[in-house]
C-alpha cells in the first residue's frame, strides 16, 4: 500500500511539475524588417501548448495552434527590448524579445563575359551558397546585395555559376585552409554609445533579499523609471510593489516564497530603442548563487578525454588491430575506462580542479581497419569511438558498462559531472541498423551522379563521411528517429550520465534534437529533478548555431565563432583585441551574458595551440596533415607555454563553460587529426616546463572555482587593443578583473574604475599581492605575454 501511494505521489508530482513553466524562457532575437517565427517548444516544454498571445505595443504577435508556430513581426520601426505575455494553464507568462537594428552593408561583384549567376557567401550566412543572389539593380553591369552586419570579422566569398571566387575588388585575402584564399571585411564599430545596467551588491534584511543594480549612460540626464524597466522573476514580471528607484540605483526585494526553492531574477533598461546588458541572478533558497552550494550548470569547468588516448589502467583489453598498411596514430593505444577511474582516485583531477567530464564514445566500435576516402587514402581504426556497430555495447577495448556506472558514481561522489559523447548522425556498415533497416538511412549515390559524400553544406542533413559511414536520413524515416532518441534516453537512463556531447549537430535535422529533448525532459530531468546539460558540435555561422540552442533543443553548442576570432587574435602579434570583443559582444546578443557555450582551445579536431604558439604551424596554412605524419610538432621555445597560459587565462576567466581538452594542462602539441590525440602523459614523463604549466593552469582553474563572479558574472571591457584585453567581471558576491597582455614586453596601465563601486583596493589572486586604488583609478604591470586576475574589493 506505501508503495502505491508512493508511486501516485511521484505521478501527481510529476504531473504538475509538467503543467508549470520549468524551463527560464531566453529573449528572443528578432529578424530585422521581417517576421521571426519560433516554435513554441523551442521556448519551453509542455506535454501542452494550450496558449493565448497578446500582441504588444511595439510587436504583433500570431500563434498558429495547428503547427505550434508563433510569428513575432516588429511594428512601428521597433528597436530595442520588450516582454510579450501570453497565458498558459490560467497564469500569464512572459517571452522577452529585443531587436537591435544593424547597418546595412553593400557588396559589389563585376561578372565576367559569360557569367550568369552571382551569390554571396560568407560567414554571416554559414557559407550558405544560394541565400543571396546578388542583382544589377540599377542597370550598370555591376551585381550588388545589401545585407545587415554587426562590427566584427567576417570572411567571404562569390559563388559565380558553381565556382568560388574571392572577391577581385577587396585586396585583404585569408588562406581558408583548402589551399585556396577567402576575402576579409572587417566592420568597425562607429558609435560607442555606453550603456551598462552594474550590478552593486545584495543585501539581507530580515526575511528579504535585496538585489541592488546602477544604471550608466552617456547622457547623464536619462533617469530610469519603471516604464523603462525590464524585470522579471523566473517568467513573470517582478511585482511592481517589490521595485525601489533612486535615481540610478534600481533595487529588486525578494520576499516570503520568493526565497524557497531555485529562482532567477532577471532586469534590463530599455529606452530610446535601445536596451542594456540584461543581468540574471540565480537565486537557491534565498541565498545567491555562488554562495548556496548548489552546483548549477554554470559552475562546470569540463575536461575533455579522449579514453584511448589518456591512460592505460587495464593491459588485458590491449588489442590493437593488426593490419599491414595501419600506423600506430591511427590504431588503438591502450587507453580505457581503468586508467580514467585510477587518475579519478588518484586524485589528478581534484589537483587539477575540473568538476565535469566529456568522454569520447564508449559505445562498441569495428573491429577492423578502414581506409579514408580523401587521398592519401590512410587506414584507420574506430579507436576514437565515432565508428558505431552496437546501440547498447561497450567498446570492449575500454572497458564494460559496469566500469561506466563506476566511473559515473565516482565522479558523482566528487560532485562532479560526466557527459558522454553520443554519435546520432550515423552508424558503421557494420552495424546491424544498416543491414536490418536500409530505408532508415540517406543514399550514397546523387541522381546527377555526384557521391554524397563529404558534402557538408550542400547536402548538410544527408552526406555522409566516409563510404563506410551510412548517414540516417532522419527527414524520411520517423522509426529512426523514434529509434535513435529512445536510444539517447537509455544511455542516459543506465549509466546515471548526465547529459551529452553531440556529434555533428548541423547534420541532423531540428525534429530530432527537439524530440529527443521533449524525450529527455519528460523521462529524466521532471520526474528526476535533474538538470542535463547538452552540447554540441556545429562548425557555421552563429546564426546556424544558435538555430539549435533553445530550450527545446540543446543547452549549447561549442563556441566555434569565439574561438576562430580568439586564435589569430592571440597569436597575431598586429592582430587587435578590439575584433575579439566584438565578436564577445556579439555572443552576449545572441546567446545571452550567462550562456552555457562551450568555450575551447582545443579539441580532437583542432590543430593543438602549441603548434601554432611555439611557431610549427601557422593558421590555414595547409600543411597540418603532412606534419601530422610526416614531421609531428614538438616544443622548442620555453615561451611558447608562456602563450599557452595567456590563452587559457583568457578562456577561464569569460562567460562560458571552459573545456580544457587532455594534455592542454601541461602544453601538449599537435598538428591535425590523428597528432592531436596523443597519448597523454604524467608524473616522470613531464619536463620542467609541462609540470610547471600544470600548476600554473591549475591555479587558473582553481581561481575560476573559488570566485562566483568568473561563472556568474556580467563583463564589462576596460580595454581592447593590440597589447590588451582587460575586462571586469562582476555578480551579487565580488567583482574580478582579468588583464591579459600578449606583447612581449610589459605594460604599466591604468584603468579607471567604475565610480559607483567604490573600490578602495585590488589583490592579485596569483601573486597575492595587493595594490591601492585611489580616485577610481588602479595602476597595473602586467609582464609580457602575461595575466593579471585581480579581487577589487570596497
Excluded at 593590440?722 to 574580478?736: G, K, P, T
Amino acid at each position: 500500500m506505501i508503495k502505491k501511494i508512493l508511486f501516485v505521489t511521484i505521478i501527481i508530482a510529476s504531473l504538475n511539475l509538467s503543467q508549470t513553466i520549468q524551463d527560464l524562457i531566453q529573449p528572443i532575437n528578432l529578424l530585422q524588417d521581417q517576421p521571426t517565427k519560433v516554435l513554441v517548444s523551442d521556448i519551453f516544454y509542455s506535454d501542452n501548448y494550450n496558449i493565448e498571445f497578446r500582441s504588444s505595443k511595439n510587436v504583433d504577435v500570431s500563434y498558429d495552434h495547428s503547427t505550434m508556430e508563433i510569428s513575432f513581426t516588429p511594428k512601428n520601426n521597433f528597436s530595442g527590448m520588450e516582454l510579450i505575455s501570453f497565458k498558459y494553464n490560467s497564469e500569464v507568462y512572459q517571452i522577452p524579445v529585443k531587436l537591435i537594428k544593424s547597418q546595412k552593408y553593400l557588396f559589389t561583384y563585376k561578372p565576367q563575359t559569360g557569367e550568369k549567376q552571382v551569390n554571396l557567401f560568407g560567414q554571416f550566412n554559414s557559407w550558405d551558397r544560394q541565400s543571396l543572389p546578388m542583382k544589377d539593380i540599377d542597370g550598370d553591369g555591376t551585381l550588388e546585395v545589401e545585407i545587415p552586419l554587426d562590427p566584427g570579422r567576417y570572411e567571404y566569398k562569390f559563388f559565380v555559376d558553381d565556382r568560388e571566387v574571392f572577391d577581385p575588388s577587396n585586396p585583404v585575402k585569408v588562406p581558408n585552409g583548402m589551399g585556396d584564399f577567402n576575402s576579409l571585411r572587417i566592420i568597425e564599430e562607429s558609435t560607442k554609445d555606453k550603456m551598462f545596467l552594474h550590478v552593486l551588491g545584495s543585501e539581507i534584511k530580515k526575511s528579504e533579499l535585496m538585489l541592488k543594480f546602477y544604471f550608466e549612460n552617456i547622457d547623464r540626464s536619462m533617469r530610469v523609471n519603471k516604464e523603462s524597466l525590464i524585470a522579471l522573476f523566473d517568467n513573470k514580471k517582478f511585482p511592481s510593489e517589490h521595485i525601489k528607484i533612486d535615481g540610478r540605483e534600481i533595487t529588486l526585494t525578494l520576499k516570503n516564497k520568493m526565497l524557497t526553492g531555485n529562482h532567477s531574477a532577471r532586469i534590463a533598461v530599455n529606452r530610446m530603442g535601445k536596451y542594456s546588458n540584461i543581468q540574471t541572478v540565480q537565486i537557491n533558497d534565498g541565498v545567491v548563487a555562488g554562495k548556496s552550494g548548489v552546483h548549477t550548470l554554470n559552475d562546470n569547468i569540463i575536461y575533455s578525454i579522449m579514453i584511448d588516448r589518456f591512460s592505460n589502467g587495464d593491459k588485458s583489453n590491449d588489442n590493437p588491430i593488426v593490419h599491414d598498411s595501419l600506423f600506430a596514430p591511427a590504431n588503438y593505444q591502450g587507453g580505457d575506462l581503468q586508467g580514467i577511474i585510477n587518475k579519478m582516485e588518484e586524485g589528478y583531477f581534484d589537483k587539477l580542479g575540473v568538476n565535469a567530464f566529456w568522454i569520447s564514445p564508449i559505445v562498441d566500435n569495428t573491429n577492423t581497419a578502414y581506409r579514408e576516402f580523401p587521398a592519401p587514402h590512410r587506414w584507420y581504426t574506430g579507436y576514437h569511438g565515432y565508428w558505431p556497430v552496437s546501440s547498447t555495447k561497450v567498446e570492449e577495448h575500454f572497458g564494460d558498462m559496469s566500469l561506466v556506472e563506476k566511473l559515473i558514481d565516482i565522479a558523482h561522489k566528487k560532485d562532479s559531472k560526466v557527459f558522454l559523447d553520443y554519435v546520432a548522425h550515423h552508424v558503421h556498415e557494420e552495424h546491424w541498423m544498416w543491414r536490418d533497416h536500409r530505408d532508415w538511412f540517406g543514399t550514397f549515390n546523387l541522381p546527377n551522379g555526384r557521391l554524397n559524400l563529404r558534402l557538408f553544406d550542400e547536402y548538410r542533413l544527408s552526406t555522409w563521411f566516409e563510404p563506410y559511414m551510412p548517414s540516417f536520413d532522419f527527414v524520411n524515416s520517423y522509426e529512426a528517429l523514434e529509434f535513435m532518441t529512445d536510444n539517447g534516453v537509455w544511455w542516459l537512463k543506465v549509466t546515471g550520465a548526465d547529459g551529452f556531447r553531440h556529434d555533428a549537430v548541423k547534420h541532423v535535422p531540428n525534429e530530432y534534437w527537439r524530440m529527443l529533448t521533449s524525450k529527455l525532459k519528460r523521462e529524466i530531468e521532471i520526474p528526476q529533478n535533474k538538470n542535463l546539460y547538452q552540447i554540441g558540435e556545429t562548425f557555421g555561422g552563429i546564426d546556424l548555431i544558435a538555430s539549435y540552442v533553445n530550450n527545446g533543443q540543446l543547452s549549447a553548442q561549442f563556441n566555434f565563432n569565439l574561438y576562430d576570432v580568439a586564435i589569430p587574435t592571440f597569436l597575431d602579434e598586429k592582430a587587435s583585441f578590439k575584433l575579439l570583443d566584438y565578436q564577445m559582444q556579439k555572443s552576449f546578443q545572441v546567446f545571452g551574458n550567462n550562456n552555457l557555450m562551450g568555450n575551447i582551445m582545443d579539441s580532437h579536431d583542432k590543430i593543438r595551440y602549441m603548434a601554432y604558439a611555439d611557431g610549427d604551424l601557422v593558421i590555414n596554412d595547409g600543411k597540418a596533415s603532412d606534419f601530422a605524419w610526416n614531421n609531428p610538432p614538438k616544443v622548442d621555445d620555453p615561451k611558447s607555454y608562456d602563450k599557452l597560459k595567456l590563452h587559457l587565462a583568457y578562456l577561464l576567466t569569460i562567460p562560458g563553460i571552459p573545456i580544457i581538452y587532455y594534455g592542454d594542462e601541461i602544453g601538449m602539441t599537435g598538428a591535425s587529426d590523428p597528432d592531436n590525440r596523443r597519448m597523454m602523459r604524467f608524473d616522470d614523463d613531464l619536463n620542467e616546463f609541462e609540470k610547471q604549466t600544470f600548476e600554473d593552469v591549475s591555479k587558473l582553474i582553481h581561481i575560476r572555482n573559488e570566485h562566483s563572479a568568473l561563472r556568474y558574472g556580467d563583463f564589462l571591457t576596460l580595454q581592447a587593443d593590440e597589447n590588451v584585453y582587460a575586462y571586469l567581471r562582476a555578480d551579487m558576491n565580488e567583482r574580478i578583473l582579468t588583464v591579459v597582455n600578449k606583447n612581449n614586453n610589459a605594460q604599466n596601465l591604468e584603468f579607471t574604475l567604475p565610480a559607483m563601486y567604490k573600490i578602495s583596493k585590488a589583490k592579485d589572486l596569483i601573486s597575492g599581492k595587493d595594490s591601492e586604488v585611489k580616485n577610481h583609478k588602479l595602476s597595473l604591470d602586467v609582464n609580457g605575454i602575461g595575466y593579471l586576475v585581480i579581487k577589487l574589493e570596497k
